[in-house]
């Protein structure tokens, strides 16, 4: 299918260097691939947020006190 879409001249003479050097005439192949990589990379992320939703509170009540209070000596000599 055949789209318009509107790019910088500065972009667009990157893109057609770069689909030169691969021996391609145009760059619909590069924002296809780019276009790809960016959806693919969503879904992605909505499964490292899933994933670490998944592991909120885990963390034990010794290490989470650890914690805590290694954050608060942090912040007292951040000040």
């Known amino acids: 299918m055949r789209t ?3 790019l910088p001249d500065s972009l667009r003479a990157r893109l ?3 689909a030169a050097s691969r021996g391609e005439k ?3 192949n590069l924002v296809r691939e780019a276009v790809e990589a960016y959806l693919s990379g969503l879904g992605s992320k909505d ?3 899933r994933r670490a939703a998944e ?3 885990t963390l034990p009540d010794v290490e ?3 914690l805590e ?3 608060r000596r942090l912040r007292e000599r951040w000040r």
């Open 55 to 57: 592991v909120l509170g």
């Open 64 to 66: 989470a006190d650890h």
């Open 26 to 28: 145009g760059f619909s």
């Open 4 to 6: 318009t879409i509107e």
């Open 69 to 71: 209070e290694s954050v």
């Open 16 to 18: 057609l260097h770069l």
């Open 47 to 49: 499964e490292g947020r």
